[in-house]
């Protein structure tokens, strides 16, 4: 099992900037796809960020063309943390995130994929 625990959310002005954290523990391995999805009021879960491991040290990142340019996700294998660094926020990026992981690597976006998920952290961005 694989345990994942936010941090990092909070109310930010647009055009500020956040960062997210995700802790996690267990069975977890670096070369597992980790993501952040995000839910919004009344919407269904929609993918944000990945980060998908490609071969030794080397990782490589898939963004919704909605945050890109403008989110960063990064990883932590020592520190087993996955990060997404929010900047330019707008206020439709409110919505509580999800740390996520996928049991295997490889290039995932789709919620059905990923079989940890965090309780989620509740981003709040006001006009």
């Known amino acids: 099992q694989v345990q994942l625990v936010e941090s990092g959310g909070g109310l930010v002005q647009a055009g500020g900037s956040l960062r997210l954290s995700c802790a996690a523990s267990?069975?977890?391995?670096?070369?597992?796809?980790m993501g952040w999805f995000r839910q919004a009021p009344g919407k269904e879960r929609e993918f944000v960020s990945a980060i998908i491991w490609s071969s030794g040290s080397t990782y490589v990142t898939r963004h919704a063309d909605s945050v890109k340019g403008r989110f960063t996700i990064s990883r932590d294998n020592v520190k087993s943390t996955v990060s997404l660094q929010m900047n330019s926020l707008k206020p439709e990026d409110t919505a509580v995130y999800f740390c996520?992981?996928?049991?295997?690597?490889?290039?995932?976006?789709?919620?059905?994929?990923?079989?940890?998920w965090g309780q989620g952290t509740q981003v709040t961005v006001s006009s």
């Open positions: 996520a992981e996928a049991a295997r690597g490889g290039v995932l976006q789709r919620i059905g994929e990923f079989d940890y």
């Open positions: 267990g069975r977890t391995s670096s070369r597992y796809t």
